[in-house]
């Protein structure tokens, strides 16, 4: 079988890939109110990005407005969906259920956009055992085996900085492909490995510092 | 009094700002184990960042390191929490208390990094009333009079996007002065008002569509 002829893989360019959440947020926002038709003038009104970069940035997906008319609501939110992966199960598991990794097992948003958390891991024996809104928790000398039980190729990990990179290791090991990086270390991996960070305590320093400058203006 | 005397603002560009936390993560597992001085080699070898450019970021706050022993690690973790602002106290409203405002009420990451979640608001009656952690939920059209009590001025936004810019403008009516915006929803605000945007769930679309590019290889 020809894979190449049935995955059509596009590659963006990131800020693109960026953008395309901000689009499918609004225009998720309008088909919910039953509005028909959108132009790139009015995305680009709302959201602050210019009307062309939109309209470029949505011709990647082979999406295309219609002169006067513009693009076709219900089904933008369909391709965007579609394309972001939104709407495919990706199974992951949880590694650290300190306080962060907790409060991720709990948020239900996740797995509205695809990620579902289906077990969690931690070296605390009295949290290992236990389970958050039915969700297992396992010790993580279990990480490896239980990876060949449920297939998983995401990690998403929440544990103390010092143990960022040996946790990030023993998923690797283990067979994950992917790690979504909460903690602000900078973990080391083989080029296959997926990292994506999202340091949301490295984001309050930014907005600290904005306010600092505000208030010196 | 004169102001700029005291307050020595450093601007600083956004990647270093960006930077900064990466830094103070791996120092400060340093410091925990008790290790002295740290070269900046050393740190680009752990976090794969240029030597050259952690030496230039660092030196916009004014440290330095010494010839052939590097930095002091102790007083470089303090210099770095001090200019990020994690140790200053920041009160907080959280606005949204569904899945992911619930559950970054309950994350106590947050006051280690200088945010104090002090109350938290929802349209919903069921909700408002109640407490989270001892923070008390109050109706969304409480929020100008608790600002006035509370004194508080960044607001948590975890609302459904279609919420978003209503309850921003909320916000901002109510004397609120910086917006953490955990919406995929680009917000419009008045210059003077800091957003900062940290759309977890668009991280997830990046990680997905690294995959998909890895399992194309």
Same mark, same amino acid.
């Given at each position: 079988?020809?894979?190449?002829?049935?995955?059509?893989?596009?590659?963006?360019?990131?800020?693109?890939?960026?953008?395309?959440?901000?689009?499918?947020?609004?225009?998720?926002?309008?088909?919910?109110?039953?509005?028909?038709?959108?132009?790139?003038?009015?995305?680009?009104?709302?959201?602050?990005?210019?009307?062309?970069?939109?309209?470029?940035?949505?011709?990647?997906?082979?999406?295309?407005?219609?002169?006067?008319?513009?693009?076709?609501?219900?089904?933008?939110?369909?391709?965007?969906?579609?394309?972001?992966?939104?709407?495919?199960?990706?199974?992951?598991?949880?590694?650290?259920?300190?306080?962060?990794?907790?409060?991720?097992? $709990?948020?239900?948003?996740?797995?509205?956009?695809?990620?579902?958390?289906?077990?969690?891991?931690?070296?605390?024996?009295?949290?290992?055992?236990?389970?958050?809104?039915?969700?297992?928790?396992?010790?993580? /000398?279990?990480?490896?085996?239980? $990876?060949?039980?449920?297939?998983?190729?995401?990690?998403?990990?929440?544990?103390?900085?010092?143990?960022?990179?040996?946790?990030?290791? $023993?998923?690797?090991?283990?067979?994950?492909?992917?790690?979504?990086?909460?903690?602000?270390?900078?973990?080391?991996?083989?080029?296959?490995?997926?990292?994506? /960070?999202?340091?949301?305590?490295?984001?309050?320093?930014?907005?600290?510092?904005?306010?600092?400058?505000?208030? /010196?203006?």
């Amino acid at each position: 079988m020809n894979e190449t002829k049935n995955i059509q893989k596009i590659i963006l360019p990131e800020p693109t890939l960026r953008r395309l959440p901000w689009y499918l947020a609004y225009v998720k926002m309008l088909d919910n109110q039953n509005i028909e038709y959108v132009s790139s003038t009015q995305i680009a009104k709302e959201i602050n990005v210019d009307a062309s970069q939109i309209a470029k940035d949505l011709s990647f997906l082979n999406i295309k407005g219609k002169t006067r008319i513009g693009y076709e609501v219900h089904s933008l939110v369909r391709e965007l969906v579609d394309f972001l992966g939104f709407k495919r199960k990706h199974r992951a598991f949880m590694i650290g259920v300190g306080s962060l990794g907790a409060a991720l097992m $709990q948020d239900v948003g996740l797995a509205q956009y695809g990620l579902n958390i289906v077990a969690g891991f931690d070296i605390n024996e009295d949290i290992a055992g236990k389970s958050i809104c039915g969700v297992p928790i396992y010790h993580m /000398n279990e990480l490896k085996s239980r $990876q060949e039980e449920y297939g998983v190729s995401i990690a998403v990990l929440a544990v103390p900085v010092e143990h960022a990179q040996d946790a990030a290791n $023993q998923a690797i090991a283990g067979g994950l492909k992917a790690i979504w990086n909460f903690t602000p270390y900078r973990i080391k991996a083989p080029t296959n490995i997926v990292i994506q /960070n999202t340091s949301i305590y490295s984001h309050l320093a930014l907005m600290y510092n904005r306010m600092d400058d505000m208030n /010196n203006k």
